[in-house]
T-cell receptor, first 112, second 116 residues
């Protein structure tokens, strides 16, 4: 059973703080990892993907991957109320070529 | 990324009926995916649809309940057959992104289905 696990939250942070979202995966063959943001009533929007160990930065977002620990994280710096959403972690590749396995999502609330 | 549209955006249907959902992409893509997102839940893959071949269904989903067509590289349909209230969900199509080879997927806006 290939699984991706996230803390469902809710995670509440004050505006301007760093939000840290975490995800673990069970399939060691997974090659690529994705963070999607989903606003209520909307479809998921891809905000980051990473496939090499280490950090990948894009604006206020940093994705971190540690394949040895099977751990992926997303840091959101200078959090804004508009970042309030559900964040979905997904894993793909390996034995599940082309298919993504999604975690349950973490609800993030950024309060002014 | 590709621009993806879905029709209808929402519908309310009676149990026992069927609904066909359309997914249109503005560029040719090899793989299209259909997901279900039940209320308050994450995304569950229903099937993978490749042009020119039968769709590949995930465990728990069968062709008789969710027939899929993929007539060309820009279009696919998903039918939800003989619906029951348990089929009330958001149905999403997605496509692989171009070029990176890292399996990223982009989602359409979704179809919100309510079965009464």
């Amino acid at each position: 059973q290939k699984e991706v696990e996230q803390n469902s939250g809710p995670l509440s942070v004050p505006e301007g703080a760093i939000a840290s979202l975490n995800c673990t995966y069970s399939d060691r063959g997974s090659q690529s990892f994705f963070w999607y943001r989903q606003y209520s009533g909307k479809s998921p929007e891809l905000i980051m993907f990473i496939y090499s160990n280490g950090d990948k930065e894009d604006g206020r977002f940093t994705a971190q991957l540690n394949k040895a620990s099977q751990y992926v994280s997303l840091l959101i710096r200078d959090s804004q109320p508009s970042d309030s959403a559900t964040y979905l972690c997904a894993a793909g590749g390996g034995t599940s070529y082309g298919k993504l396995t999604f975690g349950q999502g973490t609800i993030l609330t950024v309060h002014p | 990324s590709a621009v993806i549209s879905q029709k209808p955006s929402r519908d309310i249907c009676q149990r026992g009926t069927s609904l066909t959902i359309q997914c249109q992409v503005d560029s040719q893509v090899t793989m299209m995916f259909w997901y279900r997102q039940q209320p308050g839940q994450s995304l569950t893959l229903i099937a993978t649809a490749n042009q020119g071949s039968e769709a590949t269904y995930e465990s728990g989903f069968v062709i008789d309940k969710f027939p899929i067509s993929r007539p060309n590289l820009t279009f696919s349909t998903l039918t939800v057959s003989n619906m029951s209230p348990e089929d009330s969900s958001i149905y999403l199509c997605s496509v692989e992104g171009p070029g990176s080879g890292q399996y990223e997927q982009y989602f359409g806006p979704g179809t919100r289905l309510t079965v009464t």
